[in-house]
T-cell receptor, first 113, second 114 residues
């Protein structure tokens, strides 16, 4: 089944403790991206990747890192999480870029205390 | 400053009637627009899109209209069904150098009443 898989679905952590949210897609998509969803703000792009080893900042990249060492994986890294990074995170992928329909994962609910 | 605005956080419609979801944008460089639908505990799913060279695109019960002069986008759902109850996000894309930048609106919760 074609899908984007995020793990974990739920995560509670403390300020400053490094964490990684994994994202994997099995559709051989070139484009992958991360978003956070906050009430009243919709989906805001954190980082995106057009292909392996090619990543770029979205609208809200501060406090986040990504890597794209393989086509299928696009992990989101929070080196030193803070409470303002408490949010619902989505990973997405598509064939040719954001003009193509994005396939989203089911989300990761992160709480930083 | 939000470049893509969905000014109605929520909308309720009776089953069988038309649902109209609106989206306004400020950046005249946007050249492609999309609508996504999101159910609780799931990721958004693509619904329909439109290029700026068109003013209408239809797919079954869903039609998207684009008014470039007004910088306004709307999604019509006819007839509305209870299963259409979800959050709808509009999104817009423009080219920035070699990159394609995607911006989402804040979403509208549609409730279709049986």
């Amino acid at each position: 089944e074609a899908q984007v898989t995020q793990n974990p679905r739920y995560l509670i952590t403390v300020t400053g403790k490094k964490l990684t949210v994994t994202c994997s897609q099995n559709m051989n998509h070139e484009y992958m991206s991360w978003y956070r969803q906050d009430p009243g703000l919709g989906l805001r792009q954190i980082y995106y990747s057009m292909n392996v080893e090619v990543t770029d900042k979205g609208d809200v990249p501060e406090g986040y890192k990504v890597s794209r060492k393989e086509k299928r994986n696009f992990p989101l890294i929070l080196e030193s999480p803070s409470p303002n990074q408490t949010s619902l995170y989505f990973c997405a992928s598509s064939f040719g870029g954001p003009d193509s329909p994005l396939h989203f994962g089911n989300g990761t609910r992160l709480t930083v205390t | 400053d939000q470049q893509v605005k969905q000014n109605s956080p929520s909308l309720s419609v009776q089953e069988g009637r038309i649902s109209i979801l609106n989206c306004d944008y400020t950046n005249s460089m946007f050249d492609y627009f999309l609508w996504y639908k999101k159910y609780p505990a799931e990721g958004p799913t693509f619904l329909i899109s439109i290029s700026s060279i068109k003013d209408k695109n239809e797919d079954g019960r869903f039609t998207v209209f684009l008014n470039k002069s007004a910088k306004h986008l709307s999604l019509h759902i006819v007839p509305s069904q209870p299963g259409d109850s979800a959050v709808y996000f509009c999104a817009a894309i423009f080219s920035s150098g070699s990159a394609r930048q995607l911006t989402f609106g804040s979403g509208t919760q549609l409730t279709v009443l049986p």
